[in-house]
């Protein structure tokens, strides 16, 4: 089952890397889709993996920029929404407000050297720990 299991999540990541490549192939960069994260109160997420891919622009050239759709929860500053990695690979990082509660909207945002963008959005829920 083990080896059926790894089977499947390398299928899927090559499936999703065809279609993220052919998607780029229209003139936009493109960005894997990012996971919804749920944690708790004043803990950040971990680094959330995702990719990029442009057949314009090498893909360590590929400028990302971010909003969120709760300020009060997570503001948008570089100290609350944080970018790792290098070229096609790379992470989001959320911390969210300290004691604050709620959902936010994050949308990551890519553009290559022509100006065109592409985005994908995820949501980060906090919430308290069960009593």
């Known amino acids: 089952m083990k080896n059926f299991t790894r089977f499947g999540v390398v299928l899927v990541t090559l499936i999703s890397l065809f279609l993220l490549m052919d998607f780029a192939y229209a003139g ?5 889709g990012i996971t919804d994260q749920e944690i708790l109160v004043n803990t950040s997420t ?4 995702f990719y990029l891919y442009d057949d314009v622009t090498n893909p360590s050239n590929l400028v990302l920029s971010y ?5 009060d929860l997570v503001p948008e500053d570089d100290d609350n929404i944080i970018f790792g990695g290098s070229g ?6 959320v911390i969210p407000a300290p004691n604050k509660t709620g959902l936010a909207i994050i949308t990551v945002i890519v553009a290559d050297s ?3 963008t592409n985005q ?4 980060v829920e906090v919430s308290r720990p069960p009593q």
Do not use: L
């Open 28 to 32: 936009y960069p493109m960005i894997s």
């Open 46 to 49: 971990p680094a959330i993996p």
């Open 67 to 71: 909003t969120s759709n709760n300020k």
């Open 88 to 93: 096609s690979t790379r992470t989001v990082r």
């Open 114 to 116: 022509n100006g065109d």
């Open 120 to 123: 994908d959005d995820f949501s």
